[in-house]
């Protein structure tokens, strides 16, 4: 799983709430007005939004540390804890907040089907957000992999390491 789809994943289980399960259902009588988000539904989704933008710095450093021709594999992976470290604690705040906004939700709901949506979000949000810096560090690990094996391949083959090949090189898979 690619850190995108973890946070997309993350993201869907949060906004399960009762205004994505009305848009989900097929509308049988006239439809009533559209419920406005709550303060709370908005303050989460900036917080979302904001945690997002994290995520995606993070991953903008982790690309650029692996571009990085000067630095072998180990350096590579020292260099990863060194950017994960700030951010674990955002990302386990933002599962805490979410986990917090969740349980929230499912304690105004009333609607059966509502309150299982929200109980499956509750069940995965928050861990998958967790998540994050080992699936962070078993993308990176795989793409020094990757990038080694290409280099003993072209070295096998005759080649020269060609520039941005290597185990000094690669990127983390991103959607």
Do not use: C, H
Not at 18 to 24: G, L, S
């Amino acid at each position: 799983m690619t850190m995108r789809t973890v946070l997309a994943v993350a993201a869907a289980l949060a906004f399960s709430t009762p205004v994505m399960a009305q848009q989900a259902e097929q509308p049988t009588a006239p439809q009533a007005p559209a419920r406005q988000p709550t303060a709370e539904e908005i303050a989460f989704g900036q917080t979302a939004q904001a945690f997002d933008g994290r995520m995606q710095a993070m991953v903008g450093e982790i690309q650029t540390m692996l571009q990085d021709t000067s630095t072998n594999g180990a350096q590579k992976q020292a260099a990863l804890e060194g950017i994960l470290a700030p951010y674990i604690p955002e990302i386990n705040a933002f599962a805490d907040a979410m986990q917090t906004f969740l349980a929230g939700a499912r304690s105004r709901s009333t609607d059966p089907q509502e309150q299982a949506a929200i109980d499956q979000a509750l069940a995965n949000g928050p861990a998958n957000v967790r998540a994050i810096p080992d699936q962070v560090r078993a993308g990176v690990a795989q793409a020094i992999a990757n990038a080694a094996a290409q280099a003993e391949a072209a070295a096998a083959a005759g080649q020269g390491a060609q520039p941005g090949q290597g185990a000094v090189a690669g990127s983390i898979p991103v959607q």
